[in-house]
């Protein structure tokens, strides 16, 4: 069979987090908060492609996927100091308990998930049972959607 050929998998480190941010153009605000939050938070909370997104954007259950009820700021959103994500389904968790993540706040980093998640609640309103992170049309994100897959000068 032999060995194929494989384009190396790099870690995203800040800097390299930092520059996607930067780089990523959307269409509109909420497009942008979106994927700022998505991005953030799955660099923040150490989080797997499928702990933050739907394998289809029609196949989204609230018991096995991050909705907004999974988030809550400490010790409120107004002044959160971290924020508590709780994965309800994890590679890692086996019996489905689900995994509490605490991600600290970072006040004026460009990585800081929790005012990147501070900032969609504020400006998108949504009930606690609906996606965490949404495409531009409102479906929950998946990981083939373009919101992840736009070109970035990096």
């Given at each position: 069979?032999?060995?194929?050929?494989?384009?190396?998998k790099l870690?995203?480190?800040?800097?390299?987090?930092?520059s996607i941010?930067t780089?990523?153009?959307h269409?509109?605000?909420?497009?942008?908060?979106n994927?700022e939050?998505a991005?953030?938070?799955?660099?923040?909370?150490?989080?797997?492609?499928?702990?933050?997104?739907?394998?289809?954007?029609?196949?989204?259950d609230p018991?096995?996927h991050l909705?907004?009820s999974s988030?809550?700021f400490?010790?409120?959103?107004?002044?959160?100091s971290?924020?508590?994500?709780?994965?309800?389904?994890?590679?890692?968790?086996?019996f489905r308990?689900?995994i509490a993540i605490?991600?600290?706040s970072?006040?004026?980093a460009?990585?800081c998930a929790?005012?990147?998640?501070?900032?969609?609640?504020?400006?998108?309103?949504r009930?606690?049972?609906?996606?965490?992170?949404?495409q531009?049309?409102?479906?929950?994100l998946?990981?083939?959607?373009?919101?992840l897959?736009?070109?970035?000068?990096i």
């Amino acid at each position: 069979m032999g060995e194929c050929e494989r384009s190396p998998k790099l870690p995203i480190t800040r800097d390299v987090l930092t520059s996607i941010l930067t780089s990523a153009s959307h269409s509109n605000l909420s497009s942008r908060l979106n994927f700022e939050a998505a991005t953030t938070t799955a660099f923040s909370g150490f989080l797997r492609c499928g702990e933050f997104t739907t394998h289809s954007s029609r196949n989204f259950d609230p018991s096995t996927h991050l909705t907004r009820s999974s988030v809550q700021f400490v010790p409120s959103i107004i002044a959160p100091s971290h924020m508590v994500l709780t994965v309800p389904a994890s590679k890692t968790d086996t019996f489905r308990k689900g995994i509490a993540i605490t991600i600290a706040s970072a006040p004026g980093a460009r990585t800081c998930a929790v005012t990147a998640l501070k900032s969609v609640f504020e400006y998108i309103e949504r009930p606690p049972e609906s996606p965490l992170f949404t495409q531009d049309d409102g479906t929950p994100l998946s990981r083939n959607s373009e919101l992840l897959h736009r070109p970035a000068q990096i």
